[in-house]
């Protein structure tokens, strides 16, 4: 992919500096694909939280990475994506570490900033299947936003997003979305990041 990623983002004022949200970042047979091999990998999810990893083991409450968290190189499914990511200038290098997050209705995240010293600038996430809120919160000022993350879509944190902003899905079974009700059926959400270790 050789179109820089900034260009297709959408504008949204009150959303943190440093987020880049871009729809429709992979196609609906590319989704079908990564759906099929995480389902394929089911015997690698935590059984409580239903959480895959790859590259390397990650509790998102932990404060400091391992190397001895390694679990072995990303799958080829998961490969060409996050070498998409580094090539398309938003990583120093291929994110080497990915969280699957599987949600079913009424469940969430609690608001968190991803690990400081544990990973790299950049986080980015893909959203599949069923679309949600995303709440976003400023940790120095009264500030808070909400982002619908839809199916296909990417989301980056860099710069103040990543660092000064927490990020949450309430779990709940359904969001406002323009006003409407919309239900939510299951999601899974890939978060790629660059492991440090010092
Ligand atoms: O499911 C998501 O979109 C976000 C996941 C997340 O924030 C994390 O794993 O740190
Ligand atoms: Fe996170």
Known sequence: MSTQLSQLSVFQPD?????????????AGEADYLVHNIDAQA???DLKRRVQHYG???????RQASEEDYIGRLPPFLRGLAERLAYAGNFGSVPDQVIVNEYMPGQGISAHVDCRPCFGAVIASLSLMS????????????????????????????????????????????DMVKG?????????SLTFREMRFD
């Open 15 to 27: 959303l943190p500096p440093g987020l880049e949200y871009l729809p429709d970042f992979i196609s």
């Open 56 to 62: 390397y083991r990650y509790d998102y409450k932990a």
């Open 180 to 188: 409407e009700k919309q239900l939510r059926s299951r999601r899974l």
């Open 131 to 174: 679309p949600c809120v995303m709440r976003l919160e400023n940790i120095k000022v009264s500030q808070q936003t909400d982002l619908v993350l839809e199916p296909g879509s990417l989301l980056i944190l860099s710069g103040e997003a990543r660092h000064v902003w927490t990020h949450a899905i309430p779990a709940r079974k359904s």
């Open 43 to 45: 015997w690698r999810s």
